[in-house]
């Protein structure tokens, strides 16, 4: 019988394969900011802005991985079924990516701005629960130039969940590897 050790887990992270997904990934990170900038400098809201910057790089992102980091491996399913895998994993990924991105806003606005901007963000928000997270998806604290830390924070966050998923089950090999 085989021991458990943490450092099984942390295998995958010291690849060949890893290290082309992060490749893939920083252009997408690219795509990323350049939408988010771009949607920004045309006054879309930066919730919504982010949310469809994260879904061009996920097509773009597919499309790298399918013909450079995964290319090798021997899959038991075609390339339709990847691709909606990819993007069912990706939509996990997305949905961490905002919401760390959303909640990163909020933090970023009480550490770098203060408590007066922080209490006042929250005054506006209202009392409820349901009023805060509403609040925090359709106006989030504008916090300038520092949107590209929170989105940097939810991608890095995303990246671990996205490759361990795309690994173990979009691409999963014919030996289950």
Not at 11 to 17: E, V
Not at 36 to 53: E, G, Q, T
Not at 66 to 73: A, G, H, I, N, S
Request: aromatic content about 14%; some cysteine; hydrophobic content about 55%.
């Amino acid at each position: 019988m085989s021991r458990f050790t943490p450092l099984q887990y942390l295998a995958p992270f010291f690849s060949a394969s890893f290290l082309k997904f992060c490749t893939v990934g920083a252009s997408g990170v690219v795509v990323n900011l350049g939408m988010l900038a771009l949607l920004r400098h045309v006054d879309m809201r930066s919730s919504f802005a982010s949310a469809i910057a994260i879904f061009i790089s996920i097509i773009t992102n597919f499309i790298m991985n399918e013909l450079w980091t995964f290319r090798d491996r021997r899959t038991t399913s075609g390339m339709a079924i990847r691709a909606l895998r990819f993007q069912l994993v990706s939509l996990v990924g997305a949905l961490v990516q905002w919401t760390v991105f959303l909640l990163a806003n909020v933090a970023l606005l009480a550490l770098i701005f203060g408590d007066g901007p922080f209490d006042q963000y929250l005054d506006e928000a209202g009392q409820t629960l349901s009023a805060m997270l509403k609040t925090l998806v359709v106006n989030p604290p504008e916090i300038g130039g520092y949107i590209y830390l929170s989105q940097l924070l939810g991608i890095a966050v995303a990246t671990v969940w996205n490759y361990l998923a795309n690994f173990n089950w979009t691409w999963r090999t014919q030996d289950g590897g």
